[in-house]
């Protein structure tokens, strides 16, 4: 019998209820998190670069992790949301493809999934600020750590088997981009995976395809029929990503970050974090703490 291995998990940050009203109102947000959303009450509206979607009653909404996106309510809000960091074994996000906001009508279950997980995850909302300025930062991350270390065995695997259901709601035909590719060849996964663990390093297509056994060129055309990208492109990318995060996480200089994400020189770093990103490093920067441009 084929035996399917479950490749990602998430972390809990947040869990609560809301109640929002025109403050809540946020432009070119983008976390290193996933938000998830079931709305009860009232109106209002995410949006990405390619599409716009009202909030209403009756339904879910997601919005991948790194996904540049907008947050507002014209009047009155009600929401219950869980925010989660995901993990993967290969290195690649099960939303890779998929970086943009989704929406699916709720059942009786995923309400149900809500409620349970909030009564098993008290005191786990943001509790200061719905602004992601003010939340967004180091010390609120170590400790939502810190409290998953505390749950118990039980609570942190119902905990994870709810978020696990609810983003299935997600990967429905129709609402998520499957991708038709056949299964990854393992030296393209053992690949992926030094990259990930070795971003702070210098890599190379030649040493690559060396790990891997293969041409530089037969390597090259390999991977990026797998992954979309050529190496030097998706070597890039992760470190921007993992950039992305240290910007909104620590209070790292340019200059650390650029060193600790593999770059030579912090000004080489800032030309392929703008290429990647469309805004300079202390644009980004000014824009996740005041969660505006």
């Not at 014209?74 to 989704?102: H, P, T, V």
């Not at 395809?209 to 037969?218: E, G």
């Not at 990503?241 to 593999?262: D, H, K, N």
Request: with cysteine; proline share 3%.
């Amino acid at each position: 019998m084929f035996k399917r291995v479950l490749k990602h998990n998430f972390s809990l940050l947040n869990v609560d209820h809301a109640d929002l009203d025109i403050k809540w109102n946020y432009k070119n947000v983008i976390s290193p998190y996933y938000r998830l959303y079931y709305i009860d009450a009232g109106e209002g509206e995410l949006s990405d670069v390619t599409t716009t979607l009202q909030l209403e009653p009756g339904y879910l909404f997601i919005i991948p992790s790194f996904t540049l996106c907008n947050l507002s309510c014209q009047n009155y809000l009600s929401q219950y949301f869980i925010q989660f960091f995901e993990e993967s074994s290969d290195g690649i996000s099960l939303f890779a493809n998929n970086r943009s906001i989704m929406k699916v009508k709720a059942t009786d279950v995923d309400i149900q999934n809500f409620i349970r997980l909030l009564q098993i995850n008290p005191g786990r909302g943001i509790n200061r600020s719905d602004n992601p300025s003010i939340y967004e930062k180091d010390i609120f991350y170590k400790e939502y750590r810190e409290l998953n270390n505390q749950q118990s065995m039980s609570t942190f695997l119902e905990t994870q088997g709810i978020i696990l259901q609810l983003v299935s709601r997600f990967l429905m035909q129709g609402v998520f981009k499957h991708n038709e590719e056949n299964q990854i060849p393992v030296k393209i996964l053992d690949a992926i995976s030094h990259i990930q663990l070795n971003l702070h390093k210098a890599l190379s297509v030649s040493e690559l395809s060396k790990r891997a056994n293969q041409n530089s060129d037969y390597f090259s055309r390999l991977f990026q029929q797998h992954t979309g990208e050529r190496p030097v492109n998706y070597i890039n990318e992760k470190r921007i990503e993992r950039a992305q995060y240290l910007i909104v996480t620590t209070q790292m200089t340019f200059a650390q970050i650029a060193a600790s994400t593999g770059f030579e020189n912090v000004f080489y770093f800032s030309k392929i974090f703008k290429k990647i990103t469309g805004m300079a490093p202390g644009k980004y920067k000014q824009q996740s703490e005041i969660a505006h441009l």
